[in-house]
């Protein structure tokens, strides 16, 4: 599996210059590829309607929020869009890729695999940023 030279550069433009809100990746022809870039004013429901309901997909998600400390913060989610519905050889595929396709974009915080919708929500979205933001008491 290999990964178009196009899904790093629009990583790091997300990353770095935040020209996107989230990046929707295929495999297509044993090829990673973009296929949707959502602008910085999509919603997250935006984001989940761009989703294929029997396909799967990687994405990545520049998520904003507001801390308990009411503290703005930004994490990059990696999501691996697995629904139930989808083919079996197409489960197998996005998942043995997952992992090198991900140590490629330096700079992913929060990673999240999702089957249905429900797993990927904006409640467990919000949950698994602000986890990272707990501190301590000792």
Same mark, same amino acid.
């Given at each position: 599996m290999t990964m178009h030279d196009e899904c790093k550069l629009k990583f #790091?433009?997300?990353? +770095?210059?935040?020209?996107? %809100?989230? !990046?929707i990746f295929k495999i297509e022809d044993?090829? #990673? #590829? &973009?296929?949707?870039?959502? @602008?910085?004013?999509?919603?997250?429901?935006?984001?989940?309607? @761009?989703?294929? +309901?029997?396909?799967? %997909?990687? &994405? #990545?998600?520049?998520f904003d929020f !507001?801390?308990?400390e009411n503290c703005q913060k930004s994490k990059i989610f990696f999501i691996a869009w697995s629904?139930?519905? @989808?083919? &079996?050889? @197409?489960k197998m595929v996005y998942a043995s890729s997952k992992d090198k396709?991900?140590?490629?974009?330096?700079? !992913?915080q929060v990673e999240l695999q999702a089957t249905d919708p429900s797993e990927m929500s904006l409640h467990i979205i919000?949950? %698994?940023a602000l986890k990272l933001f707990v501190i301590s008491p000792f």
């Amino acid at each position: 599996m290999t990964m178009h030279d196009e899904c790093k550069l629009k990583f #790091v433009e997300l990353k +770095a210059k935040r020209n996107y %809100r989230f !990046i929707i990746f295929k495999i297509e022809d044993q090829e #990673v #590829v &973009v296929e949707k870039l959502g @602008s910085p004013d999509e919603t997250y429901e935006d984001f989940t309607e @761009s989703l294929p +309901a029997n396909e799967c %997909r990687y &994405v #990545v998600y520049d998520f904003d929020f !507001i801390t308990d400390e009411n503290c703005q913060k930004s994490k990059i989610f990696f999501i691996a869009w697995s629904p139930d519905t @989808s083919k &079996v050889r @197409s489960k197998m595929v996005y998942a043995s890729s997952k992992d090198k396709f991900k140590r490629e974009l330096d700079g !992913i915080q929060v990673e999240l695999q999702a089957t249905d919708p429900s797993e990927m929500s904006l409640h467990i979205i919000k949950e %698994r940023a602000l986890k990272l933001f707990v501190i301590s008491p000792f």
